[in-house]
């Protein structure tokens, strides 16, 4: 299993947000996010945490666990 990231990116897509606004936000640096944009990355649950109180939303709707690709 791994993780996607797909959700978060079309919900900054949706808020009409940029990566770099959101690595402010969250505190979090700008290649921690872009690492997510690579499949199966793998992140710190406290990067999500940090996300998700700056989006003022869930895990749920930033990532969901996926079947890794053989």
């Known amino acids: ?3 996607s990231y797909k959700k978060l ?7 009409d947000m940029k990566k ?5 936000k969250a505190g979090i640096s700008i290649a921690t996010i ?3 944009g690579k499949d199966g990355a793998v992140v710190s ?3 999500l945490v940090k996300i ?3 989006l003022d939303c869930t895990v749920n709707e930033i990532m969901e666990i996926v079947p890794e690709q053989k």
């Not at 990116?9 to 808020?15: A, G, P, S, T, V």
Request: proline share 0%.
């Open 45 to 47: 649950s406290d990067v």
């Open 20 to 24: 770099k606004e959101l690595a402010e």
């Open 34 to 36: 872009t690492k997510m």
């Open 52 to 54: 998700c109180s700056a």
């Open 9 to 15: 990116f079309k919900l900054l897509i949706d808020r």
């Open 1 to 3: 299993m791994a993780a």
